[in-house]
């Protein structure tokens, strides 16, 4: 096995602590085919983050978005939970995580069983009428783009949008509030497929290092924060997890 010491020297982290917290991006939705927005295959080669995802384009002409969601996100509605996700929720099952934080909008976690999960950057599960405040569920919206681009609400706005942060929106503050005190508390931070590059998320690590925890990358690309991580796997999160946490249950035991 790749990998086979630190999967070791990873497990006896797990089992020092019940107090884990575990941090995402895009990577590891990745393995549920949906892709990232950098990189290779990333979202961003293929679409102008500014013109389909901020909120000044939105509320210049919210079909921008719309066409965008039809053409791509569309595809994603009934994505499941990766083999890593499933192991994040199995450590929960297992006592021994605090709470999951995630720059997802996609509700994967909570698919794989997590209970506790901060999204930093909301959830497009939901699509909210911005003049009414109407809510909506996402494929009941999906449905009203085969009548018109962009769907209008019942009240006749045109502003319906998902329930997650474009460019150009500040984060939810209660989310923010609880990613910092999980932050602050956890004994041991894994961090999984994010670039790190987007703020303010990518502090939430920083402030878990500062007050001591341990710290796990896993992660295909280097980040700007290597550094200040324990453990480093250079892999993707599905090769990683699921045996780190079978290993823990064995252990465990
Ligand atoms: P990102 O796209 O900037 O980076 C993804 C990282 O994941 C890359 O560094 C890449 O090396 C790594 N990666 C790719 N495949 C992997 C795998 N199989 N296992 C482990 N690592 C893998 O994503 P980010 O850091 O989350 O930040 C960007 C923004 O992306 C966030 O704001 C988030 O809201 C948004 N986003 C969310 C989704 C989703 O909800 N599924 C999808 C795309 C983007
Ligand atoms: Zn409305």
Known sequence: MVYRKEIQQFADMILSTDKIVAFTGAGISAESGIPTFRGEDGIWKKYDPEKVASINSFYENPANYWEFAREFESKFLDVKPSPAHLAIGRLERMGRLLGVITQNVDGL??????????????NTSVVKCLDCGKEYRREDVFQMLNDAIPPVCECGSVYLKPDAIFFGEPLPQKALNQAIELAGKCDLMIVVGSSLVVYPAAEIPLIAKR???S?????LD???YDDIFDLRFYSRASDVLPDVVEMVDRKGL
């Open 215 to 219: 710290m796990v990358l896993i992660n």
């Open 222 to 224: 280097a980040t700007p």
């Open 211 to 213: 007050s001591g925890a």
């Open 109 to 122: 976690h909570q698919k794989a069983g997590n209970t506790n999960v901060v999204e930093l950057h909301g």
